[in-house]
C-alpha cells in the first residue's frame, strides 16, 4: 500500500529565500506524482505533474523534480515571496489506481513566508 | 472559467437529517470524484465517476451516495447525518485518470453535523 509522507510539517522563511519541500513515497509504481497548494478556507490548486517517466516539471519560480528510485520528489521554489504562503501538498497516482484515480495525499506542509 | 463550483459553502445539519452537496464542472472533464479532508487523516477518497451513468466507491463510501446524471454534474447526498460526517467535502474532476490528467479542485463544503 502506498504511503506518502512529506517533512517538515510546518516551515517558515524569509521572503526571498529559495527554498525546497519535500515529498517520499513508499512504491515506486506510480503514474504520476502531483503537488498542490492549499490556501486557509480554499480547495487545492494544482501546481505541476510530473509523470512516471518524466524527471522534473517547471512553472514560472516553481520546479518539482522525481526520482522514484529513491521514492522521493521535491518542490523547488526561488525567490519566495509572502504570497507563497500556503499548505503545499504531494499526492502520488498508483499503479494500482488506474480504476479508481484514486491520489494519495501526503499530510502537506505549510510554508509562511516572511516580508 | 467556472472551473469546479461546489454549494454550498457551509452547512449545519442535526444528526439524521439528510442533504446534498452540489458540485459541477464545466471543462467537459470525464472523471469526477469526492474527497473529505479531516485533520491528522488527510484526503480521502468517497466516491468517484469516470463518465456520465458510471459511479463506483472509494475508500469511504459508506454513509454516501452519488449519481452522474450528465458530464457536469455529480452530487454527494449524505442519507442520515452523523456526527463522524463533520469534515470538510471537496469535488475534483480531471479530463480522465490517466497520467496526464492534473486534478482540479473546488472551494469545498464545511460540513458540521451535531
Known amino acids: 500500500k502506498q504511503e506518502v509522507t512529506q517533512i517538515p510539517a510546518a516551515l517558515s522563511v524569509p521572503e526571498g529565500e529559495n527554498l525546497v519541500l519535500n515529498c517520499s513515497f513508499t512504491?515506486?509504481?506510480?503514474?504520476?506524482l502531483q503537488w498542490f497548494r492549499q490556501d486557509p478556507g480554499k480547495g487545492l490548486t494544482s501546481l505541476l505533474l510530473?509523470?512516471?517517466?518524466?524527471r522534473e516539471q517547471t512553472s514560472g519560480r516553481l520546479n518539482a523534480s522525481l526520482d522514484k528510485s529513491s521514492g522521493r520528489s521535491t518542490l523547488y521554489i526561488a525567490a519566495s515571496q509572502p504570497g507563497d504562503s500556503a499548505t503545499y501538498l504531494c499526492?502520488?497516482?498508483?499503479?494500482?489506481?488506474?480504476?479508481?484515480?484514486?491520489?494519495?495525499f501526503g499530510q502537506g506542509t505549510t510554508l509562511q513566508v516572511k516580508p | 472559467n467556472a472551473g469546479v463550483t461546489q454549494t454550498p459553502k457551509f452547512q449545519v445539519l442535526k444528526t439524521g437529517q439528510s442533504m446534498t452537496l452540489q458540485c459541477a464542472q464545466d471543462?467537459?472533464?470525464?472523471?469526477m470524484s469526492w474527497y473529505r479532508q479531516d485533520p491528522g487523516m488527510g484526503l480521502r477518497l468517497i466516491h468517484y465517476?469516470?463518465?456520465?451513468?458510471?459511479?463506483d466507491q472509494g475508500e469511504v463510501p459508506n454513509g454516501y451516495n452519488v449519481s452522474r446524471s450528465t458530464t457536469e454534474d455529480f452530487p454527494l447526498r449524505l442519507l442520515s447525518a452523523a456526527p463522524s460526517q463533520t469534515s470538510v467535502y471537496f469535488c475534483?474532476?480531471?479530463?480522465?485518470?490517466?497520467?496526464?490528467?492534473?486534478?482540479?479542485f473546488g472551494n469545498g463544503t464545511r460540513l458540521t453535523v451535531t
Open positions: 465517476s469516470v463518465g456520465a451513468g458510471i459511479t
Open positions: 510530473i509523470q512516471s517517466s518524466q
Open positions: 475534483a474532476s480531471s479530463y480522465s485518470r490517466q497520467a496526464n490528467s492534473p486534478l482540479h
Open positions: 512504491d515506486s509504481a506510480i503514474y504520476n
Open positions: 499526492a502520488a497516482l498508483p499503479l494500482y489506481s488506474s480504476n479508481t484515480g484514486k491520489l494519495i
Open positions: 471543462m467537459n472533464h470525464e472523471y
